[in-house]
């Protein structure tokens, strides 16, 4: 049975993830300056809580709410990769966490259409993304086209 939130909660839940995206956007406006970011290492481990509560939200209840925090985060996560200089084991380590927080997602089997569209439109972006970003790095080519796999391979229209 899945855990009931209450509006109460549910309204919590929503400001706590917001409150986390506006303090790691904060920082990443300052990035290479006090008080920023310096690595995408240390974004990414502020961002890690956001994906670890939005992973935890039970899906038969909070569809909606999950899938539109899994967009928000991925979203915000390859705008900021290109801000910072090519880090590939960080890069694939957040992509792995979102790659199976997007399969939770999909095979849930509650997802719309146009969500689902949505969501497979900008797992293409990131691999895009990525590729373009490790250009010059060698020995991660494969690895580049394995971002998302497990959940783009899933998706069946």
């Known amino acids: 049975m899945a855990l009931e939130l209450t509006e109460h909660q549910l309204n919590k839940l929503r400001d706590f993830l917001d409150e986390i995206l506006l303090d790691v956007s904060q920082k990443y406006q300052k990035k ?15 961002l890690e809580p956001y ?24 979203d915000f996560f390859v705008d900021t990769i290109v801000g910072f200089p090519a880090s590939p084991e960080t890069t694939f380590k957040v992509f792995s966490l979102l790659d199976s927080l997007c399969l939770r997602l999909i095979q ?8 689902t569209i949505r969501l497979k439109s ?18 991660y080519e494969m690895d580049c086209a394995s971002i998302f ?5 899933s998706i069946d229209f």
Do not use: W
């Open 32 to 46: 290479f300056h006090p008080g920023g970011y310096q690595k995408l290492e240390e974004l990414a481990f502020d």
């Open 51 to 74: 994906f670890q509560v939005v992973s935890s939200i039970p899906l038969e209840k909070h569809t909606f709410l999950v899938t539109n925090f899994t967009l928000r985060g991925i």
């Open 108 to 115: 849930s089997g509650n997802l719309s259409t146009t969500d």
């Open 122 to 139: 900008l797992m293409e972006n990131c691999r895009m993304v990525v590729i373009s970003k490790l250009s010059d790095v060698q020995g």
């Open 149 to 153: 796999e497990k959940s783009l391979n």
